[in-house]
RNA sequence: GUGGCUGUAGCUCAAUGGCAGAGCUCCAGAUUGUGAUUCUGGCUGUUGCGGGUUCGAAUCCCGUCAGCCACCCCA
């Protein structure tokens, strides 16, 4: 038996899990605020789930190959239950259980954190946030032009453009229809559709062999690619009419990697970065498949994910300007308290609270230090104003810190020259 | 889960087998009622961790952990 070594306590967080210091917290605040702010634009509303789920909800929805990637344990109940992976089936899972009580169609959006246990690389951790936004009850290509719109503006509310971001939709009917056309059976279109995903990213050598067992051969399959996508004239219509038609593209080899999809499928695609930024689909059968038929719902959905995004955001300079700027915005004080004669504190504090209760946001020393100090902890912090209180109250200056002009007024006047 | 590269001060890095260093940051002072610049001083290390080779290891070897990158997978 041997002498457990002691253990040395890490300062690190663990792997693929990340420290939010002030300023990332601050650039996070940003993500979330704009997509808050859109998402209540398009009349969705906020919901939140369990962070830990049964493990089963993701078992029973895609078969137990995801299991050694869920972030799984078993609790003290003797449960076998995860973190959430992903929002959908929660969000599935809580739309089916109160199904009578929202009219429809229903549109939900949330920002969650999510886990898998995987190596982490370059934009895929451990922990990360998505914003959700779904659509339930709802089966009509209005709603479906609604949910693109809105993944379009999602991004525009950053300052993206048609140049940095577009669309990529398909319908994986397409694929239902070709494969019926050759007398495929239904059962092996996920391995069919597995190999039109890595298209992409797999040489020809490695997909014509595939396509063969199919009896599909590369030559058809490119002549079938090349045709216009018959069946979109209605959406796009739908989104010429919001000027939006220039951010999508129809592209026949966008499946999607989740098994539920039934329908229209899309990616928000970033191709200065080769990557997606979203994605999303028609999951009209989960909710009967998660409750064995007892609720059946349409639904359309997407999540966007917090880590490309940033790396995105941080790469394009406009973007990277606007994200800095808001950042800096948000953490400046209005007004820096600057204590000259440390006989007046009591009467400092007093006028500090007031302005903090008339929504200022103000700081001041904590404990007695010298003018000079005040001033650069004042600019530091990005301090639009410093109120001083010296011997002279109850006059107090008031120094505008960007132009170096002071003035002199009452007390009870500083609020009203703040401008509030 | 597989492979490649990298781990030295809070940060960026130097030191190629021979005294562990620099810049920046941070703190203090020059300056006891006004912010910049400058100058001066100060703090900071089990060189990721463990073992091996050697008179001597940050340096060479093995292991391990972590990070980055590419696979795998992608909810």
Redesign the pocket.
Known sequence: MDTPAPIKLSL?PL??FRDFYPAEHAVRTYIFETWRRVCRSYAFAEYDGPMLEPEEL?VKKSGGE?VG??FNFVDKGKRAVALR??M?PTVARMLAVRDRDYKKPVKWFSIASFF?Y?????GRLREFCQLNCDLFGDRSTGGEAELLSLAIDLFRAFGLTAEDFHLRVNDRGVWDDFLGARGIAPERRPDFLQIIDKLE?EPRAVSEPKLAEFSVSWEELQAFLAEPAPSFGPLIAELEARGLREFVRFDATIV???AYYTGLVFEVFAPAHGRALA?GGRYDDLIATLTDGAVSQHAFGF?VGDVVLEKVLRAVPHTRARLEESVRAASALDAYGVI??EARRPEALGLFAQLRAAGLRLDYPLAAA???KQ??A??AAGARY?V?I???WPQV?L?T??T?T?EACAAEEVLARLGR
């Open positions: 690190q792997p693929g993701y995801l990637q869920l992976p992903e959908t898998r995987e190596k982490q690389q370059d990213r999607r990697g989740l994605g999540a000259a004669d010298k003018v000079g001033f650069q004042a600019e410093a001083v010296g011997a002279e200056k120094k810190l960007a170096r002071e």
